[in-house]
Each structure stands twice: as structure tokens, then as C-alpha cells.
T-cell receptor, first 116, second 115 residues
Framework: GESVGLHLPTLSVQEGDNSIINCAYS??????FIWYKQESGKGPQFIID?????DKRQGQRVTVLLNKTVKHLSLQIAATQPGDSAVYFC???????????????FGTGTQLKVEL | ETGVTQTPRHLVMGMTNKKSLKCEQH?????MYWYKQSAKKPLELMFV???????ENNSVPSRFSPECPNSSHLFLHLHTLQPEDSALYLC??????????????FGNGTRLTVT
């Protein structure tokens, strides 16, 4: 399944399938991006990050892809499990290294629902 | 256990009440933050502290008053709130002020309802 940024806030996938969550960011000068996962009743949890000098980074079952040309970020979750059900949101910032400040700009998030 | 503990988890208060939210981080971080999370809105940064000193006040109304007595503790004092202030208030910390390789660690938040 695939969502399109903030215009499709809910993504439903079957257990075991791969999930792709997309995010369109706004600032072309942003050089650091983060994906967070927020389960019901909990605070956001860091998943994976990527700097602008990379276009792909892999973690455990997750991959983040960055396309700076079109200002697009995606989170791929392999073999989606029921425990992956949560809201996922991206965040961007222009770090001091790139002449920016220390503010993260968050997206509104995508609800991922894993169906058994 | 997130390493960042917030109390209380839930709070209901009237518009004339005074209450405080507490945050404690056990991660040895130097920077602490308050965020507001409302339904269907992005996280809104409220305040930032670095080594106990406030470095950011994101145009927050004065009915919200932060206090940071040391690098491990952060409070948000509330008085004469409005119903629209009802939200999830999240505390976060980071090793240093935001930079690559210094991501935010969030607590589980205080769900505030103003009646």
C-alpha cells in the first residue's frame, strides 16, 4: 500500500505486506529529516533519520528514501506487523551546520492500520 | 520506559485553576522542550531550554509559564487557560540543541482538558 503525503491520512495494509508512507516537505534548504512513530496513548518515538547528503538509509525493517529534487521523503516498512499500527510523521529541519536554527517542522502524520 | 517521564498523564482543570505539568528526563540530555499536540495539527513547539536557559519562546501566551530548575527537570505552569488549550502536551529532550545525530526523545505526554 502507498499513501500520498498529507492528503491521505490513513493507510491500511495486510499483515506481512510492505508499507510505504510518504511525506512532502516544504523547505528546500532542510538538511536533516526524521521519521517518528506515535502509538495510541504514547509520545512520538524516533524511528530513523537521514541527512540531505544521502538518498537512502536502512534500519531494522525500515528504509527511508529522500528525493531532494521533488522534496519528498518516504518511509518503507518491510513485512508490516500489527505492532506497526500507529501514526507516522516526518519532520524536517535546517540544522545550524547548514545555516539554520534548531526548529523541527512536523507533518500532521499518516495513520497506518495493519489488518490481520 | 522512554527515559522521559511526564506527570500527570491526564489533567482536567477549570479556566480559573492553576496547575503544573512536570517532566523529568533520565538520559543526561542538555536540552528540553515543550510541544503542544492538537488533533489533526502538526506538533507545535512552545519552549526550548538548553542547559537550564530558555532559548526559544514560540509566541506562547503568558498563561503558559515554563520553569527549568536543572537540566533534568522541566515544568509548565498553567493558569487561566481557555478551552482551546485542551491538547496533549509533550515534553522532549535531546543531547544538544537539535542537530543531526541528536534527535528528540519524547515523553508520553499529559492529556489536558480545560472545562
Amino acid at each position: 500500500g502507498e499513501s500520498v503525503g498529507l492528503h491521505l491520512p490513513t493507510l491500511s495494509v495486510q499483515e506481512g505486506d510492505n508499507s510505504i508512507i510518504n511525506c512532502a516537505y516544504s523547505n528546500s534548504a532542510s538538511d536533516y529529516f526524521i521519521w517518528y512513530k506515535q502509538e495510541s496513548g504514547k509520545g512520538p518515538q524516533f524511528i530513523i533519520d537521514i541527512r540531505s547528503n544521502m538518498d537512502k538509509r536502512q534500519g531494522q525493517r525500515v528504509t527511508v528514501l529522500l528525493n531532494k529534487t521533488v522534496k519528498h521523503l518516504s518511509l518503507q516498512i518491510a513485512a508490516t506487523q500489527p505492532g506497526d499500527s500507529a501514526v507516522y510523521f516526518c519532520a524536517e529541519t535546517r540544522t545550524p551546520l547548514a545555516g539554520g536554527g534548531n526548529k523541527l517542522t512536523f507533518g500532521t502524520g499518516t495513520q497506518l492500520k495493519v489488518e490481520l | 520506559e522512554t527515559g522521559v517521564t511526564q506527570t500527570p498523564r491526564h489533567l482536567v482543570m477549570g479556566m480559573t485553576n492553576k496547575k503544573s505539568l512536570k517532566c523529568e528526563q533520565h538520559l543526561g540530555h542538555n536540552a528540553m522542550y515543550w510541544y503542544k499536540q492538537s488533533a489533526k495539527k502538526p506538533l507545535e513547539l512552545m519552549f526550548v531550554y538548553n542547559f537550564k536557559e530558555q532559548t526559544e519562546n514560540n509566541s506562547v501566551p503568558s498563561r503558559f509559564s515554563p520553569e527549568c530548575p536543572n537540566s533534568s527537570h522541566l515544568f509548565l505552569h498553567l493558569h487561566t487557560l481557555q478551552p482551546e488549550d485542551s491538547a496533549l502536551y509533550l515534553c522532549a529532550s535531546s543531547q544538544d540543541l537539535l542537530a543531526a545525530n541528536s534527535p528528540l526523545h519524547f515523553g508520553n505526554g499529559t492529556r489536558l482538558t480545560v472545562t
